[in-house]
């Protein structure tokens, strides 16, 4: 056991995600020698910040800064379209396409029955809602490419296509500017189980 | 492939051992517990980065040290040489040529071997499970690509117990969910059952012959396997069958809280001249089968990879009569085998060896 504050602080630490008592220990000694007061203040500002000023958006369960999140309240978005993804991280990624000018929704997660995550723990029957409610003509939809993603984008395929909808699947496949030779071999069997006319 | 030599250091009872390894057929004698499989063992190990004796991998390490190495040096089949070495305890790392990693992964590959072991009678003798994960490690090894297939449906058909589990605890259920893992189980396993048919069929072609050769000529000797699909009647194993299969299902399955229609509920009818192999054959047939089976299993791969790996045959005479074992050996002849034996074996079979080696208490001494 540490002075008090110290103590506090490793005990802090070690509640969150991957840091054990040693990371926590390190971490709280690095801010008590090594950090700076100026530092010490914006971290401890940071995180105050986080829970004071950011918000769950209303709409899409991004995270949101104002009422609604960025892509919500920015109007030069396409409404019509919608993609789904797990979590807010895999709208960063998309986003880093540059491809993508719809809208998203944040599920929270996929199904997965051993973790006790069914249907009522993701936000499926908001995504309905919208559907509905919105005038929306096509959800994509981009879970992740594993049992899970794959199970939650057949249960939403399920509950949107009678609406007449159109329901797409992101598709799975090889990195773009890899080598084919360094790629594993599920991989690769899937992209060739998936593979496309080619017309010259 | 031929491994030429293999270096132990600290592995099981063995301080310090090396052994000169030629093409051919190898034999390893010794009397029980002197350290014959150990060398088995140590071969097994480069391949696959573990054991079928342990899963606890500090019981390799000899009694009062920190850390064991296996070191070999492996030659493909343009002679082209390769060095590996393989950590084990407390220096764990894997050493291919010079480049030395914390990881085993670039081991993978570098080091293929086949092992029949005594407890193989089993996938001939015991329960469906062992023929089971017979198939689905031949699925693998064969077409490296399907892996996903395999563990594919595992992890499907572990979510949906999961999912049935907790309504047969609540004795409510989300019908609509649970149709989205029928759906997903019945397409997973469709493709698990055609993975495991093709790969069957693909080892049976081999099996049978080795079979025959190993029974000698003018004796009856036909060896079957068929694919026994536990939800199709009618054997195609389709995603329509094993959808109408969960259906049927259902309320059992909700009470139970277990999947009870699926592949992994499949078996591998085996037969000797048509009668079961299971229980009607004798030991002696039932060893054979579990051999040729190997057997098969190590040629297909061979003939799928273009790479033939090492065979290693624990204890393999033990039960065959000498004219069995004499066949056998005589099959071997075209890769390396290296084999271990607890009693003097006849002269014929002698003749076939290329190098012998004698083990006693941790030490290998080459005797021809």
Same mark, same amino acid.
């Given at each position: 056991m540490f002075e008090g504050p110290v103590q506090d602080l490793v005990d802090e630490l070690s509640k969150?995600?991957?840091?054990?008592g040693k990371t926590a220990q390190r971490i709280a000694f690095h801010l008590l020698l090594r950090t700076s007061r100026t530092d010490a203040d914006r971290l401890a500002a940071a995180i105050v910040a986080i829970k004071e000023q950011v918000a769950i958006c209303p709409r899409c369960f991004n995270f949101a800064?104002?009422?609604?999140?960025r892509f919500c309240s920015d109007s030069r978005r396409d409404e019509t379209v919608v993609c789904v993804v797990e979590s807010p991280p895999d709208i960063i990624a998309v986003e880093r396409t540059g491809e993508f000018r719809g809208l998203y929704h944040v599920l929270g997660g996929a199904i997965s029955p051993i973790q006790g995550i069914g249907p009522d723990e993701l936000r499926v029957r908001e995504l309905l809602d919208r559907i509905k409610a919105d005038g929306i003509v096509e959800v994509i939809i981009a879970t992740n490419p594993n049992i899970e993603g794959e199970a939650t984008a057949m249960y939403i395929a399920r509950l949107i296509e009678p609406l007449g909808i159109r329901v797409t699947r992101i598709a799975s496949g090889l990195p773009v500017g890899g080598d084919l030779e360094y790629a594993d071999e599920v991989t690769l069997g899937r992209a060739l189980e998936g593979r496309r006319e080619i017309h010259g | 492939m031929l491994i030429r030599e293999l270096e132990l250091h600290n592995f099981r009872n063995y301080q310090e051992a090396e052994i000169h390894f030629p093409a051919g057929v190898s034999l390893i004698e010794g009397e029980n517990g002197q350290g014959k499989t150990n060398i088995l063992e140590a071969i097994y190990y480069l391949a696959v980065q573990h054991s079928w004796r342990t899963s606890r991998e500090e019981s390799v390490v000899r009694d009062g040290c920190e850390s064991a190495r296996i070191s070999a040096l492996v030659e493909n089949r343009r002679g082209n040489q390769v060095r590996v070495a393989l950590g084990l305890g407390k220096e764990r790392d894997a050493v291919v040529n010079n480049t030395r990693d914390?990881?085993?992964?670039?081991?993978?590959?570098?080091v293929t071997a086949t092992l029949f072991a005594p407890e193989d009678l089993e996938i001939v003798k015991g329960p469906p499970g062992g023929r089971r994960d017979f198939i689905d490690d031949l699925v693998v090894k064969l077409r490296p690509a399907k892996a996903g297939v395999v563990s594919d449906y595992a992890r499907v058909l572990k979510q949906r117990n999961g999912l049935l589990k907790s309504a047969a605890l609540?004795?409510?259920?989300?019908a609509e969910t649970l149709d989205v893992w029928d759906s997903q189980l019945a397409t997973k396993g469709e493709a698990l059952v055609a993975a495991r048919r093709n790969a069957l069929q693909t080892a049976m072609g081999v099996a049978e012959s080795v079979y025959r050769q190993a029974c000698g000529p003018g004796i009856g000797a036909e060896l079957r396997a068929e694919y026994a699909c536990s939800f199709d009647k009618s054997g195609a194993g389709s995603a329509t069958a094993l959808q109408e299969a969960l259906k049927a299902a259902r309320p059992e399955e909700l009470r139970r809280g277990?999947? %009870?229609?699926?592949?992994?509920?499949d078996d591998i009818a085996i037969s000797v001249n048509g009668l079961d192999a299971r229980t009607r054959a004798s030991q002696g047939e039932q060893r054979t089968v579990a051999l040729s089976l190997r057997l098969a299993e190590h040629e297909s791969v061979a003939a799928a990879s273009g790479e033939e790996g090492i065979l290693l045959l624990d204890?393999?005479?033990?039960? %065959?009569d000498p004219s069995r074992s004499r066949l056998l050996v005589e099959r071997l002849a075209s890769a390396q085998s290296i084999l271990t034996a607890a009693g003097m074996l006849p002269t014929e079979i002698r003749e076939q060896v290329s190098a012998t080696y004698s083990v006693k208490m941790g030490r290998v001494e080459q005797i021809t």
């Open positions: 969150l995600p991957s840091i054990g800064a104002g009422d609604l999140c | 914390p990881r085993r992964r670039q081991l993978a590959g570098v609540t004795r409510k259920h989300d277990l999947t %009870l229609a699926g592949p992994h509920l204890d393999v005479f033990s039960e %065959l």
